[in-house]
């Protein structure tokens, strides 16, 4: 017989593992944080927190898998209300990047130092499938057209995180004339 709370507890673990984690990455980088400072920070041995994450790579994945469906969910929520495709998208990657500059464990993934860790993990599958997921489809696009806009709309965000426009109004405007008679032209 199974321990049927085996499942819940690994997630409980995991979850206070990657909390803790994410202090660290405020405090000192995302670069910086070792393993052995994570796992002093999140109460456990080092044995242990390898147990849930074989190296430091596995652990910023699912920090950021984890963050990416939070945000994700949050932008469905807010964003299903139909209109326009093209406006909608813009105010989606909009909502995506304030949350992200507002969040202080989110942010710091974007520092000069830590940026290139965020590009590279955020490209993987997982996490465009999220986004696609979640923005995507309520622009009712879906499938390999939405995984090929999902990669080119990642880079967008990750663009205005690590290189932001002169003010709100400057990255609402550039989105406008590029971003939505994209995706107008597609859906």
Known sequence: ??????????????????DAAAKLFVERGVAASSMADIARASGCSRATLYRYFDS???????????????I???IA???????DPGEQMVSAILAAVEEVRAD????????TGDSGVANELAHSSEMLEVL?????????LAGERAAKLGRWLLRVVLSLLTVPGANAD???ELLTLFV???VRDIV
């Open 1 to 18: 017989m199974s321990d049927w709370l085996g499942t819940e507890r690994n997630d409980v673990a995991s979850d206070r593992i990657l």
């Open 56 to 70: 430091r790579r596995t652990l910023q994945v699912a920090f950021m898998q984890r963050e990416t469906r939070r």
């Open 72 to 74: 994700a969910g949050r």
């Open 77 to 83: 929520r807010e964003f299903s209300l139909g209109g």
């Open 104 to 111: 202080p464990t989110l942010i710091a993934w974007f520092s």
């Open 132 to 140: 696609a997921g979640a923005i995507l489809g309520e622009v009712g």
């Open 170 to 172: 400057d990255e609402r």
């Open 180 to 182: 939505a008679p994209l």
